[in-house]
């Protein structure tokens, strides 16, 4: 019994340096994210129930911040609640103003940058498997 502890305790520690690795390889600069909720029961839907969770994100990116080039774990709606947020997803860049709204699936690798002179707020609704630690943002895929 002893044994499947130790086990149990190394693969979550295994795991928990796997993620916490992965997030650490994104490029990032003058960005602050704090979770403000994760809600795990999805009422009617709840073959979803056990499975994600639904995460509610406030990221703020200072002037001359950015984030490289990262997937998302899962997919979210992002809504720009101060600044302009330069992005860029295929090659394609967008400018984000305050008010708008826009969705990332978190299959498509993009970037995102603070090249104003006033704070980008990002308010991100995202679903995320039930177990996922930290921060959505992960190294991309393929290079």
Request: no cysteine.
């Amino acid at each position: 019994m002893k044994r499947l502890t130790l086990f149990v305790a190394f693969v979550a520690l295994f795991h928990a340096v796997g993620y916490s690795s992965a997030q650490q390889q994104v490029e990032r600069k003058g960005l602050t994210s704090t979770v403000k909720l994760e809600a795990m029961d999805f009422g009617f839907l709840g073959e979803l129930n056990g499975k994600y969770k639904l995460r509610a994100t406030v990221t703020t990116i200072e002037p001359g911040g950015y984030v490289g080039e990262h997937n998302h774990v899962g997919p979210g709606i992002r809504y720009l609640a101060s600044g302009e947020l330069t992005f860029v997803e295929h090659g394609k860049t967008r400018i984000y103003k305050a008010g708008d709204y826009f969705y990332e699936t978190g299959a498509i690798t993009n970037r995102a940058s603070n090249t104003g002179s006033s704070p980008v707020v990002n308010i991100i609704f995202e679903i995320l498997p039930v177990d996922w630690k930290g921060g959505s943002a992960v190294p991309p895929k393929s290079k």
